[in-house]
């Protein structure tokens, strides 16, 4: 039964989803007011860290994380590169990833 009634149902689906086609898309813009965190990094590693990560996370969301082995920090810094294109100064990358691997998480 089933094999007869699907058929059905998306060809009726299809012309539901046809009759809005004419509906047509608005986009409009928002503000967002995200928190303000005047926290920084601090330490030996932390002006790299400052720098390049503070443009796109607080330092309190970063410091929040789970402890990661150094390899696993170069995994995700790695991707914030590649992945979210984000403007990481290349040779700050070593110090970044040493720098989390041996920061304090907060508890």
Same mark, same amino acid.
């Given at each position: 039964?089933?094999?007869?009634?699907?058929?059905?149902?998306?060809?009726?689906?299809?012309?539901?989803?046809?009759?809005?086609?004419?509906? /047509?898309?608005?986009? /409009?813009?928002?503000? @967002?007011?995200?928190?303000?965190?005047d926290?920084?990094?601090?330490?030996?590693?932390?002006?790299?860290?400052?720098?390049?990560?503070?443009?796109?996370?607080?330092?309190?969301?970063?410091?929040?994380?789970?402890?990661?082995?150094?390899?696993?920090?170069?995994?995700?810094?790695?991707?914030?590169l590649?992945?979210?294109?984000?403007? @990481?100064d290349? /040779?700050?990358?070593?110090? @970044?990833?040493?720098?989390?691997?041996?920061?304090? @998480?907060?508890?």
């Amino acid at each position: 039964m089933l094999r007869r009634t699907l058929p059905a149902v998306l060809v009726a689906f299809c012309a539901a989803a046809g009759a809005h086609a004419d509906d /047509k898309l608005l986009l /409009k813009s928002v503000n @967002i007011d995200l928190p303000f965190g005047d926290r920084m990094f601090e330490g030996p590693g932390s002006d790299a860290a400052n720098n390049n990560c503070l443009a796109c996370h607080s330092a309190g969301m970063v410091l929040n994380q789970p402890a990661l082995s150094t390899a696993q920090w170069r995994t995700e810094v790695e991707k914030m590169l590649t992945a979210y294109k984000a403007p @990481i100064d290349p /040779k700050d990358v070593d110090t @970044i990833v040493d720098y989390l691997a041996g920061m304090k @998480i907060a508890k």
